[in-house]
């Protein structure tokens, strides 16, 4: 049964006192982990009692079957790749199962060594950080899930270096379920700007996101700590000035407790004339003054060497025998100033008293005390660098600290430890002395270091304060405002990336061959009206790699030669394909080969030849199997899951995405694709409203490329047109047609002529709607673009269709023949919702001339949409069936349905079952309002349920839920 605080809080914990005043907050944690999967944050000043409440808290969970696992943050860590966690990790060898540990778990192998024997084998090392991170995230992820109810600490979170607080935002993301993170931080501590777990972290779905906040504690909380450790000699008197002494501050008041209680003073009437703001400083001081001179010395060495410490490095910095040393330091364990950790290391119980000790050492002691440290700390194997660089700045020498701290950069990263790499990197940029050559040497390590990063705004606001360094050269800050560049549109589609590209590639005049990824780039960059500059930035690259040696780039470039010639719809380009090198070339010009196939496969997708993309996709996954496939992962899902959505393999299709998304949290463009799927679907199932909030949230993510501002474009026109608001569909539209004529060629339409020339002929522009279609007819004729040429078809059908005056009937007829066209074009594509939109179309168009032709053709759209649950067109197509006359056999005038649901009433709530709301249904029914609120009151009570319930009351009659009889005119 779990305990309560009030059944626990009485134990005396930690350094002996009390726990006190934190019932509510015990309460929340406990409550809070609990409930996993959870995070729970621990905010409070230094000395607040963060720690002592989560060590209450977990001793509680431990005699509940939990099993608790810590880490800790350090100011001067020496590099470890995400140290604090494999602190923490490293103590589960005991839970850990003999077998059925997945594979995935081998990734922690390396980093736990003590454990490899009970973890599988390591898998081969990604080449890529970010696809490593995400390995090493889901060997984290394995390893907690197999040890039952965990909660992990991480204390002092404010000291976690970048790469440590990116995993542990990726874990946060996407907990096991029976863990719970907790982490301890100080706010003021933290970077300007900067929450505990980086802008980008949010509370995941469906789990508890706990922030508790200590404040100070109140006087009757002291006079309760003061009595249980003092007894009768806590008097009011006493307790009161404890109070003002502490500011409420646990640390402080235990301070004073101590020295009371500790060392025998009983003369309470000193403390209580003592002046008040003194608090922890004058409490320190006082237990200091009372050791011995031996004492006093490893208290000094323990303050100047600020992190755990063995007793022989004590030793050896304060200069004592062994034997001396350790009866010094039992003294200072039994004074309660230092305490031993778990690693049996020696510390101060806290920074502050640590700060306060060291302040204590008079300048001559103290530098000479840093340089023994110094001295000691070079016979060590393997260096501690950012030890020994923190001494050598103490001892003054500035130059000697800039080598060093380069050092341990270098070091860290050589580690994997980037996080420790960045924070020394800064600090070598943060120096005003640091001469230029080391000053670019840092900053392009810090460019390259931050650029893997998951937090994209840290990213990006850590390059620009790199860039504003006027004292950089300029080909240094060409390479990293290339980097920057890259960043933005990699991770956040930020189109401002070009613009830093273009200023990176004038910084770099000198060094050409080093602005080539830029230039590549900004061959590719196709919006703005920049795709017809396409060519000449490729020139650009070949001129730059003609002449040297580095045969990856070469390749590189020749590779955006085939991909400009697809998106030409250039039909030369497949045969040159087809001769790519595949088997038999090396690592890193098949990886050049497997990036320009999927490329390719992007643009395979939007020209419409889409089983030449899938049988691409099965290629480039085929291809990554033979080299580090894991890069490619996310891309070739993402392109999959597309094709899956354009081909209407919808089943199953909103899990894949979201187990996507939480596998690659950083690929922005996924949840784009995502919320477009989810939106063109709402849009068939007649939930327009859903549909427009789906393709309104895509626009909000923007793009870098035409494939996706464009296609977001015309998926704001279609929702409008559904909603019978041509105006809104051409304002949608219009400012996309100019891009799409900035392209220069009309191979690549993206879904949006035929919805474009829709909305302008509604709107009464029958003219621009004209010039559209003669420029698209005019861009794509000699093209190799399957897509275009089916939508072009679907445009021409719209005008002829929408023609007046003695020649209309035959014009609707030479419509039909255009949608006929377009039907047979998207059946030979493979989409079949395209499809069924022609037949749609092309039964329209011979309503007055072929109505017998006409019925056919719409039930064959109905059919269709009726296979794929697109149950708002297929109301549609119902509904207009019903107005051409067509009548289910044997129908005989009007009759009452009594229980059962009538034709209209089925169709209404097909439509209720996929969520659409009564304005909806109006639109998609062409009925009032105040009709559809009749529909559905008799719809619910027929069907004795709910609104949201009416999807598993509505029986499946199978076909199109019109009883099976046959159609008739």
Not at 195 to 204: D, E, F, S, T
Not at 703 to 719: K, R
Not at 736 to 755: C, D, I, K, Q, Y
């Amino acid at each position: 049964m779990a305990g309560t605080a009030d059944q626990y809080g009485a134990a005396g914990f930690g350094r002996g006192f009390a726990f006190v005043g934190r019932r509510h907050e015990l309460d929340r944690l406990l409550n809070a982990v609990r409930r996993p999967p959870a995070v729970v944050m621990v905010e409070g000043d230094a000395g607040m009692g963060k720690s002592r409440l989560v060590k209450e808290a977990t001793t509680i969970l431990r005699s509940e079957g939990w099993r608790v696992v810590t880490g800790f943050c350090h100011p001067l860590r020496e590099p470890l790749p995400y140290g604090p966690v494999v602190d923490a990790l490293g103590k589960v060898g005991p839970w850990l199962p003999d077998t059925g540990l997945p594979p995935t778990a081998g990734a922690l192998a390396p980093l736990l060594p003590d454990l490899a024997d009970r973890l599988p084998p390591a898998p081969p090392e990604p080449g890529d950080p970010r696809a490593a991170r995400h390995q090493l995230i889901r060997a984290v992820r394995t390893v907690l899930a197999s040890i039952g109810r965990v909660v992990m600490v991480v204390e002092d979170l404010h000291w976690v270096d970048d790469t440590t607080r990116e995993l542990l935002l990726l874990l946060a993301r996407d907990l096991p379920e029976h863990f719970a993170l907790v982490v301890t931080y100080r706010a003021e501590d933290l970077p300007p700007g900067t929450p505990v777990l980086g802008a980008a972290y949010r509370p995941p779905p469906g789990a508890d996101g706990t922030v508790i906040r200590l404040s100070p504690l109140t006087g009757t909380d002291i006079a309760d700590l003061a009595g249980i450790a003092l007894g009768a000699q806590a008097t009011p008197e006493l307790c009161a000035v404890l109070h003002r002494r502490s500011e409420g501050l646990p640390l402080v008041a235990e301070e004073d407790l101590l020295t009371l209680r500790d060392q025998a003073r009983r003369d309470v009437g000193e403390l209580e004339r003592a002046e008040v703001p003194s608090g922890l400083r004058e409490a320190v001081t006082e237990r200091l003054t009372s050791l011995s001179q031996a004492g006093a010395a490893v208290v000094d060495a323990a303050a100047v060497l600020a992190v755990p410490a063995t007793e022989a490095l004590l030793a050896e910095v304060a200069g004592l025998d062994g034997d001396t040393a350790a009866e010094a330091l039992t003294e200072a364990l039994r004074a309660a100033v230092l305490r031993e950790t778990v690693t049996s290391r020696y510390a101060f119980r806290h920074v502050l008293a640590q700060q306060v000790a060291y302040r204590q050492i008079l300048g001559p002691r103290r530098v000479r005390l840093h340089r023994r440290a110094i001295d000691e700390l070079q016979t060590h194997d393997p260096l501690p660098l950012v030890q020994i660089a923190h001494h050598t700045l103490a001892v003054g020498d500035r130059q000697g600290w800039l080598d060093r701290t380069e050092q341990a950069a270098e070091q860290a990263v050589a580690l994997g430890d980037t996080g420790t790499a960045g924070t020394l990197l800064q600090q070598i940029l943060a120096q005003s002395g640091a001469d230029t050559e080391r000053r670019s040497r840092a900053a392009l390590a810090l460019a390259r270091i931050v650029n893997f990063g998951i937090d994209y705004a840290a990213t990006v606001r850590e390059l620009r304060a790199v860039l504003a360094d006027p004292r950089l050269p300029a080909t240094t800050r060409g390479e990293i405002r290339m980097e920057l560049g890259l960043t933005m549109l990699n991770i956040d589609r930020d189109p401002a990336g070009f613009r830093e590209l273009e200023h990176a590639v004038d910084e770099l005049a000198t060094l050409p061959r080093k602005a080539v990824k830029a230039m590549i780039a900004l061959a590719l960059h196709d919006l703005d009206g920049a795709a017809t500059q396409g060519w000449k930035w490729l020139g650009r690259a070949e001129q730059a790699v003609a002449d040297g040696t580095d045969e990856a780039s070469r390749m590189v470039v020749r590779n955006v030669r085939l991909l400009l010639m697809a998106r030409d719809g250039d039909p030369a380009v497949w045969p040159l394909v087809d001769r790519l090198p595949r088997r038999g070339a090396d690592g890193v010009v098949l990886r050049q080969a497997i990036f320009a196939l999927y490329n390719l496969t992007l643009a395979a997708i939007q020209l419409g030849h889409d089983r030449r993309a899938r049988a691409l996709l099965l290629e480039v996954r085929d291809l990554a199997d033979g080299v580090d496939g894991r890069p490619f992962e996310c891309l070739v899902r993402s392109q999959e899951l597309r094709v899956d959505h354009l081909v209407c393999r919808w089943a199953g299709l909103d899990g894949e995405y979201a187990a996507l998304e939480r596998a690659h949290p950083d690929m922005r463009q996924v949840e784009v694709d995502r919320l477009l799927y989810q939106g063109h679907r709402a849009l068939a199932q007649g939930r327009h409203s859903r549909a427009l909030d789906h393709f309104i949230a895509a626009a909000e993510h923007g793009g870098t490329s035409a494939d996706s501002t464009m296609g977001i474009a015309a998926a704001l026109t279609a929702v409008r047109l559904a909603q019978h608001d041509p105006r809104a569909a051409w304002a949608a539209a219009e400012p996309a047609l100019s891009t799409l004529r900035g392209l220069g060629s009309w191979t690549r339409t993206f879904g949006l002529l035929p919805v474009a020339v829709e909305a302008a002929l509604a709107c009464g522009h029958r003219g621009a709607a004209e010039r559209l279609v003669a420029d698209a007819e005019s861009g794509v004729r000699d093209r190799d673009a399957p897509a275009s040429l089916a939508e072009l078809e679907l445009a021409q059908g719209l005008l002829l269709l929408r023609a007046t005056g003695p020649t209309a009937t035959t014009e609707r007829v030479k419509a039909a023949e255009h949608f006929a066209e377009a039907q047979r074009r998207w059946q030979e594509i493979g989409r079949p919702y395209e499809v069924a939109k022609a037949a749609e179309h092309r039964g329209e168009a011979l309503t007055c001339a072929e109505p017998e032709d006409a019925a056919g053709h719409l039930a064959e759209a109905l059919g269709a949409y009726t296979d794929l649950g697109a149950t708002g067109d297929a109301a549609r197509c119902r509904h207009r069936l019903r107005e051409l006359g067509v009548a289910a056999e044997g129908r005989r005038g009007r009759r009452g349905y009594g229980s059962e649901l009538s034709p209209r009433e089925l169709e209404v709530a097909e439509l209720l079952s996929g969520g659409a709301t009564n304005q909806d249904i109006a639109e998609t029914l062409f009925l009032s309002p105040r009709t559809v609120e009749k529909h559905v009151a008799r719809v619910l009570t027929k069907l004795g349920a709910s609104r949201k319930d009416v999807h598993t009351a509505l029986p499946d009659s199978g076909g199109d839920r019109s009883g099976g009889t046959p159609l008739q005119r």
